[in-house]
Structures are given as C-alpha cells and as structure tokens.
C-alpha cells in the first residue's frame, strides 16, 4: 500500500487537526494528490487536491477557507490542514493519488476517522 493516512481523531467544533499521507514505494511526482471524505449513509466526495509538482491546489465549496491542502517533498507527504471543524465534517478521510493524464484515481489509503463533535 502506497500510502498511509494519520492524524484523524475527536476535536470539538472549531478545532483543529492536521491529516498527513504518507507516500511509500514509489515517487508521486506526476500524480496529483486528492484528499476524500465518506460519512456514514452518503457517498465519498471530493475534498480537496493537490499537484505534487508546483503545488497547486483546489477545494471544494463546502471546505474552502477552512482546509489547506500542502506537501513536503523531502519527506514524500502530503498535508491536510483542517481548521474551524464542524460537526458536518465528520467523516473517514481518505488521500488518494492519479496520474496528471488521469482522471481516475489509482492509489488510495486506509482512511482515517475524523469525527467533530457539537
């Protein structure tokens, strides 16, 4: 498994917490790097993403101004940065990677919970 989510748990609404995915086994450097969410009952939706080179990023409406996609070359990571959390963004977030020429992604990680409590 190429790559490895952490950094999920419990905060209240208004808090923060910063999810990382960790890339092993290969480099990412043509991929763009997605970051996924899938509560309880409804389907997996688009969070945010990343362009491993020149790191461009987009978000989606629900989370922009509050989540910031970034990455670290050196240690081959990817970064969400989750701040002022609401119980709405309760769910298990997945990072994910495809190919710049791609529109599907191929590489994804376990997950890991993200639970905002009121």
């Known amino acids: 498994v190429p790559l490895v989510e952490s950094g999920g748990g419990l905060v209240q609404a208004g808090g923060s917490l910063r999810l990382s995915c960790a890339a092993s086994g290969r480099t990412f450097s043509m991929h763009v790097m997605g970051w996924f969410r899938q509560a309880p009952g409804k389907e997996r939706e688009f969070v945010a993403a990343?362009?491993?080179?020149?790191?461009?990023?987009s978000y989606a409406d629900s989370v922009k101004g509050r989540f910031t996609a970034s990455r670290d070359n050196a240690k081959n990571t990817v970064y969400l940065q989750m701040n002022s959390l609401k119980p709405e963004d309760t769910a298990v977030y997945y990072c994910?990677?495809?190919?710049?020429?791609?529109?599907?992604?191929?590489?994804w990680g376990q997950g890991t919970q993200v639970t905002v409590s009121s």
């Open positions: 990343i362009f491993w080179s020149g790191g461009s990023t």
């Open positions: 994910a990677a495809r190919l710049l020429i791609k529109n599907e992604y191929a590489y």
